[in-house]
């Protein structure tokens, strides 16, 4: 009984007991929801956000020193922008357009000068931005070492005793102007293949070969077939030695052959012209190789 007595609160007691509990319920409430890491999170991003910055502002640092132009390039690509920006006006960026448009390309600073028609004072700005391709320095060299070995050793060209292609060595070859090892070795070898040149024209069959440099093994060097070489006897030979032959693909001479057993001998080169995929372009040629 005296313990119950205990459990009997005044009206003043009992509401200062529940606004207790409501304040305790209130401070419970506040701290599940106020996030007491909040003001961490905000340093870290923070910092994330100052790293993040300073790789944007280098970007923007790059950026702008690309589109300064204050790097190399090669003149032949530059763009109507980049010219633009660089000082070129429009008529000397079109001079330059037209001049690819021709599939040609500038090869120093004094040439884009001549085409584009800038100053020399804009040339000076741009020509140590410029960069061409390493091979069009060894074509200056190699105009400058033909003009020295024409100035030298023209009288001495001029002496040259035209000889007989087959009887040629690679000494031989190699004399003349625009024929280096490779060249000389590729002549050899296709002579190789054949077993003798009939025909100066068979040059132009050999890859590598400019223009002039047939033109300068034509005013040096001329065909002797040789008395003592075997021609093909196109009514004899097997399937397999007319397949041998340069000229003839496998398929060619199996027709031949076929042509042949039912039809009887070819009596010269026009007969043979009329075998089906004959290389009809190559038949003067071919004809010096074979007998009927």
């Known amino acids: 009984m005296n313990f119950i007595k205990y459990l009997h609160f005044t ?19 506040f701290y599940l929801m106020i996030d007491f890491d909040a003001s961490e999170n905000v340093d870290y991003k923070n910092e994330q956000w100052s790293a993040f910055q300073s790789e944007v502002d280098e970007l923007k640092l790059d950026k702008q020193n690309t589109k300064t132009g204050n790097y190399l390039f090669n003149p032949n690509f530059i763009s109507d922008y980049k010219g633009y920006k660089l000082g070129m006006s429009v008529e000397e960026i079109d001079r330059l357009m037209r001049f690819r448009k021709e599939n040609k390309y500038v090869n120093s600073p004094e040439e884009f000068q001549k085409i584009t028609g800038i100053s020399d004072s804009l040339l000076n700005k741009m020509a140590p931005l410029f960069k061409f391709p390493n091979w069009t320095q060894q074509k200056t060299n190699f105009k400058s070492q033909k003009a020295d070995f024409v100035k030298k050793d023209f009288l001495k060209k001029e002496k040259i005793e035209v000889l007989d292609i087959n009887q040629a060595t690679q000494e031989d070859l190699m004399k003349l102007y625009g024929i280096g090892e490779g060249l000389s070795s590729r002549i050899l070898k296709q002579k190789e293949i054949l077993g003798y040149f009939v025909s100066m024209e068979q040059m132009k069959d050999i890859w590598g070969l400019s223009p002039e440099v047939i033109n300068e093994l034509n005013s040096h060097f001329k065909v002797v077939i040789p008395s003592t070489v075997k021609k093909i006897n196109v009514n004899d030979a097997s399937l397999k030695e007319l397949s041998q032959f340069s000229y003839f693909k496998y398929a060619v001479a199996k027709q031949i052959v076929t042509y042949r057993s039912m039809n009887g001998n070819f009596n010269n080169i026009e007969d043979l012209a009329k075998i089906k995929d004959f290389p009809v372009e190559k038949a003067k040629i071919i004809s010096l190789y074979l007998e009927f």
């Open 11 to 29: 009206k003043y007691q009992r509401t200062s007991i529940f606004l207790f509990f409501i304040i305790i319920i209130g401070l419970q409430v």
